[in-house]
């Protein structure tokens, strides 16, 4: 926020905002602060709304999610190779949708669509070929 504005777009949860330049400044601060000590980013992801009026069809379309962790990864890169810190790990949150403590299952997080609907059958969203590609490349 900047004079009372928000100063990057949302995702679905109310307190989630993306700022993928965040990352980069989060781990220098870490550094310069703490002597670059060795740094596992054990969650990191944004969700979607799980709307009734969405087919599944169209909630594997998350683009947004794809931008999301280019950005995010591609300033964390960034604060790695040209700034030096000492990051090791980046755990997506999350790989399977599921019950958010504050959201219940009003919000999806995951790589993966569940059906809750449907005996919690499993589908890859867009974001999955995405990482394949990413992980691979």
Known sequence: FKNGKPIADRAHSIWLY??????????????????NPLVIITENGMDDGNSPFVSIKDA???????????????????????????????????????WEWAAGFSSRFGLYYVDYND???RYAKDSVKWFKNFLSS
């Not at 993306?18 to 002597?35: A, F, T």
């Not at 931008?67 to 399977?96: M, Q, T």
């Open 119 to 121: 005996n919690l059958k």
């Open 18 to 35: 993306i700022v993928p330049h965040g990352i980069r400044s989060l781990m220098n601060y870490i550094r310069e602060k703490y002597g």
């Open 60 to 98: 594997l379309k998350d683009t947004k999610r794809i931008k999301y962790h280019n950005d995010y990864l591609a300033n964390l890169l960034a604060a790695i190779v040209e700034d030096g810190c000492n990051v090791k790990g980046y755990f997506v949150w999350s790989l399977l949708d599921n």
